[in-house]
C-alpha cells in the first residue's frame, strides 16, 4: 500500500483527538446526544411490554433480535453512519467472528444481524450502550477470571439452542484498522468443539475527511484514549460510512488453534486496511 495512505509512524502508539470545533460542530454534537437518548428511550418502552409478552410467548430470542436491529440503525441514523455491506449474511442459528475497531462496531452489526454479542464485562457499565446491551442479552466475560469462560461457554450452547446468532471479536481489543490482529482462541473453543461452522465478518470505516481520518475519530485504540473525548470528535463528524463484507463461506475446525488460524485467514482474505486519508 502506497506509504501516504498509512497512518504516520508518530500515531502508532496513540491516536490524535478531533474534538468538535465551533458552533455548527457543538449543536451537531448536542443534536446528536439528544437524538440517541430519544431514540433508545422509545426502544426501551417497546422492550418492556415485549418481555412482558415473552414471559407467556417463549420467542424472548426473536423479540431482542427485532429491538435490537431496530434500537442500532436509528443510532446509526442519528449519527450519521452509512452501511454498505457486501456478501450474504448467515442464517439463524450461526455463530460469527469480526475484526474489532470501535464501540460502533456493535451497532453497525446489530443493525443487520440482531445478535448476542460476546463482549468484555467493562461494556456493561458503559453509559446508554452498556445498558441497552444487557437488555438484549449480551454475554460479558470476566477476563481476569478463567473460569467464566467456562460459563460463556455454556451459555452460548443456550443462546444457539435458541435458535439466535453469536458475535465474537477474539482480536480481544479494537485497533486502527491496518491489520487483523492476532485471535486469542479461547472462546473459539465452543465452536472448535462441536465443529461447528464460523462466519467471518470484515468491518472498515471512512469519514471522507482527511484531516479527520476514520482511524483516528472513527476507531478507538491507543492505551489511555478517553471514551467520552474519542465519542464527542466522532459525534461531530457530518458522516460516516461503514464497509462491512461477510466471508463467501464458513469455516471449521476441531481444535481451536487450527480454527483460528483458518478464521484469521478468512478475515484477512475480506478485509482492506484503513488509511490515514479516508
Request: proline fraction near 7%; charged fraction near 20%.
Amino acid at each position: 500500500m502506497p506509504s501516504d495512505l498509512m497512518p504516520p509512524q508518530s500515531a502508532l502508539g496513540k491516536p490524535t483527538l478531533h474534538g468538535p470545533a465551533g458552533f455548527i460542530e457543538w449543536g451537531r454534537v448536542t443534536a446528536k446526544f439528544a437524538g440517541l437518548l430519544g431514540w433508545t428511550g422509545v426502544c426501551y418502552a417497546l422492550l418492556l411490554p415485549g418481555i412482558v409478552v415473552c414471559l407467556v410467548i417463549p420467542r424472548r430470542a426473536a423479540w431482542n433480535a427485532w429491538i435490537q436491529r431496530l434500537w442500532a440503525r436509528g443510532l446509526l441514523r442519528v449519527l450519521g453512519v452509512s452501511v454498505a455491506r457486501s456478501g450474504a449474511r448467515p442464517g439463524k442459528p450461526f455463530f460469527l467472528v469480526a475484526n474489532h475497531l470501535s464501540y460502533i462496531d456493535i451497532l453497525v452489526l446489530g443493525a443487520d444481524l440482531g445478535a448476542v454479542f460476546i463482549s468484555k464485562q467493562e461494556l456493561g457499565g458503559w453509559p446508554l450502550l452498556g445498558h441497552v446491551a444487557k437488555m438484549t442479552g449480551t454475554l460479558f466475560v470476566d477476563r481476569g477470571r478463567r473460569r467464566d469462560a467456562i460459563r460463556v461457554l455454556e451459555e452460548i450452547d443456550r443462546v444457539i439452542a435458541d435458535g439466535a446468532g453469536v458475535v465474537l471479536f477474539p482480536e480481544g481489543t479494537s485497533s486502527k484498522g491496518d491489520r487483523i490482529y492476532p485471535l486469542k482462541p479461547a472462546l473459539l473453543e465452543w465452536a472448535a468443539q462441536r465443529v461447528f461452522p464460523v462466519h467471518t465478518a470484515a468491518l472498515r470505516y471512512a469519514t471522507g475527511n482527511a484531516e479527520r481520518p476514520a482511524y483516528e475519530s472513527v476507531c478507538w485504540w491507543g492505551e489511555g484514549t478517553p471514551l467520552l473525548g474519542h465519542f464527542l470528535g466522532l459525534a461531530s463528524l457530518p458522516r460516516i460510512r461503514a464497509d462491512l463484507v461477510y466471508g463467501p463461506a464458513a469455516v471449521m475446525a476441531e481444535s481451536r488453534s487450527t480454527l483460528a488460524g483458518r478464521v484469521h485467514q478468512a478475515l484477512e482474505q475480506s478485509f482492506v486496511p484503513m488509511g490515514m486519508i479516508e
